[in-house]
């Protein structure tokens, strides 16, 4: 059986801009708890998300059978996402 590599995780900035979404749609799905999240070890704003979450997130149905989740939709904007400094992306196993 073959073994999928680690998902790298992203910051909201990075993975709205990856997935063409609105980075403050994302940042409400986070805080509606819509999407998963993790905070990035040593910072109390930053929240790092995994690519295939969201798009489980869009494909859920929300109330009528429509898959919407929460109105993520693909556009572009750039806000501050609270994340300062470096980060490599790290992986997810």
Known sequence: MNKLPPEKFYRLKEAAALLGLPY???QRAVKDNLLPSYPLPGS???RLVLPSEITAAIMRPRHGGAA?????????????????GAFDGGSHE
Request: with cysteine; net charge neutral.
């Open 68 to 84: 919407s989740a929460g109105g993520l939709t693909r556009s572009s904007a750039a806000y501050d996402d609270g994340c300062d």
């Open 44 to 46: 109390s704003r930053c």
């Open 24 to 26: 403050w749609r994302l």
